[in-house]
């Protein structure tokens, strides 16, 4: 699924930003010492939540089902969007 008007996208972005707990993505961060970037450092809030914004727009813009980066995860189905600070995961093929 895709949304073809832009100005929709800003208000999903903005609307999905505000409820997700930056706090607690710092936290656990700062806490894992999860570093980024050449030279690799701990993110500081506003490098999080501009990664953040831009995944979920390259997201929407493309179509795509998922994109991610840095433990976030962006994603969309036929009838949702989100966005999640992925900290383990584990999955296979069978």
Same mark, same amino acid.
């Given at each position: ?18 409820? @997700?707990?930056?706090?607690?993505? /710092?936290?656990?961060?700062? $806490? ?8 690799? *450092?701990?993110?500081? @809030?506003?490098?999080?939540?501009? /990664?953040?914004?831009?995944? $979920? ?8 089902? *998922? ?28």
């Amino acid at each position: 699924m895709r949304i073809k008007t832009p100005e929709n996208h800003e208000l999903i972005v903005d609307g999905l930003l505000a409820n @997700l707990d930056f706090d607690m993505i /710092i936290k656990v961060v700062n $806490l894992t010492d999860w570093k980024w970037g050449s030279p690799e *450092q701990v993110p500081s @809030l506003a490098q999080m939540k501009e /990664i953040a914004r831009r995944l $979920l727009i390259e997201m929407l813009e493309s179509g795509h089902q *998922q994109h991610g980066t840095g433990g976030f995860e962006a994603w969309q189905d036929s009838q949702h969007f989100g966005i999640r600070f992925v900290v383990t995961d584990s999955s296979t093929s069978y």
